[in-house]
């Protein structure tokens, strides 16, 4: 008998806890990467490793030998989402904490680079379909003022996608690439953005209205359109999605 696997960063909360969830009722095997382990996710069918992606490489090389280890015989498919994404005020470049934005883009964009690699090469031998989801932004797209660092790591994220996705092509059997911006959640983010210096942060009354006119995605509904996204038998025919095309 065969079955999916999945590894999932930043599973612990929000978005990534959604998904672990609805990804667990599906009978998929999960790996989940945080700095906290959930509880909601302890049993059958959930690895929880607690690990801090502001220092990925650790991460990386124990990603691959638990891939290299996998039974091949049990592997229906394989699936790493880095959805995880570091936080830094919401502030000018300028006057942003160094430590603070140094440890959001080792989160937002080298461990996701990292694990990748080391999900790519422990898997090169398998048959069977592999998939790569990167979770992106529209901030990653269309830039803000306020938000340097989070729309570079999401751009960074996206432009990794487009050439990844170029190498494996090139490979028998490569994985399938895309990096998805999953809409405008309710997430820990939001919170951040709406409780932001004004000064400092001009987009914060928008970030306000977003929430007070309801326009806010619930994490489990974002969850469905992403896990929607990840089915399409099209996945990774265009690199780069939004969960709002229609397309």
Request: proline share 5%; charged share 20%; net charge neutral.
């Amino acid at each position: 008998m065969t079955t999916s696997y999945c590894i999932l960063t930043g599973a612990s909360r929000g978005l990534g806890l959604a998904m672990a969830q609805q990804l667990r009722a599906r009978g998929v095997q999960l790996l989940t990467l945080a700095r906290r382990p959930n509880p909601a996710l302890d049993g059958p069918g959930v690895e929880q490793w607690a690990v801090d992606l502001a220092q990925p490489a650790e991460a990386a090389v124990r990603l691959a030998a638990w891939v290299a280890a996998l039974p091949r015989e049990r592997i229906a498919s394989l699936t790493l989402i880095n959805n995880a994404a570091g936080l830094s005020t919401p502030a000018p470049l300028d006057v942003g904490d160094a430590a603070e934005m140094s440890a959001a883009l080792r989160v937002g964009l080298e461990a996701p680079l990292l694990l990748s690699a080391a999900f790519l090469r422990a898997s090169d031998d398998l048959t069977v379909p592999r998939k790569l989801l990167n979770i992106s932004s529209g901030l990653g797209r269309q830039a803000m003022a306020g938000s340097a660092v989070y729309c570079a790591t999401k751009a960074g994220l996206d432009h990794l996608s487009r050439a990844i996705a170029l190498e494996q092509a090139l490979l028998p059997n490569g994985a399938k690439v895309v990096s998805l911006a999953p809409g405008v959640i309710d997430t820990d983010m939001q919170v951040q953005l709406r409780g932001a210096d004004p000064a400092l942060f001009a987009e914060r009354a928008r970030f306000v209205g977003l929430k007070e006119g309801g326009l806010l995605d619930s994490a489990d509904a974002a969850a469905i359109k992403v896990l929607a996204w990840l089915d399409r038998a099209d996945f990774g025919a265009e690199v780069i999605g939004d969960v709002r095309s229609a397309t």
